[in-house]
């Protein structure tokens, strides 16, 4: 899949454990060659930010948060690029915590038309 993802936002489909990213969390990403970052926000999550790369259909990143309580927590996520019937981009995601405990895997669709956070 050669489709960029540069100024595209998505939001996951699935609310995640409170202090994460949920429903109501919004990322921007950015594309430049094989690199990708985002900046992201809402629900729990003040900001945000990912960095990292793409090959071909997968991404591989690093990312940290600023939550509301005023905590932060960072990770490493690789993601599957994947297209939908309706022509937006999904990306699956398994992810580890390196800040604290835990791992697990959520789900983040394109939001249609020209979204912004």
């Known amino acids: 899949m050669a489709r960029s993802l540069d100024g595209l936002v998505f939001a996951p489909v699935a609310d995640q454990a409170p202090g994460q990213v949920g429903r109501q969390t919004r990322f921007e990403y950015h594309e430049q060659d094989d690199r990708v970052w985002a900046e992201y926000r809402g629900g729990d999550v003040a900001m945000g930010c990912l960095v990292g790369t793409r090959a071909g259909s997968t991404l591989d990143f690093r990312y940290v948060q600023l939550r509301l309580d005023g905590t932060t927590a960072s ?6 690029l994947t297209e939908l019937p309706d022509g937006r981009l999904r990306l699956e995601e398994t992810w ?20 912004t956070i």
């Open 96 to 115: 580890t915590w390196e800040s604290q405990e835990g791992s697990g895997t959520s789900v983040v669709e394109q939001l249609p038309g020209r979204a």
């Open 75 to 80: 990770g490493h996520c690789t993601s599957l």
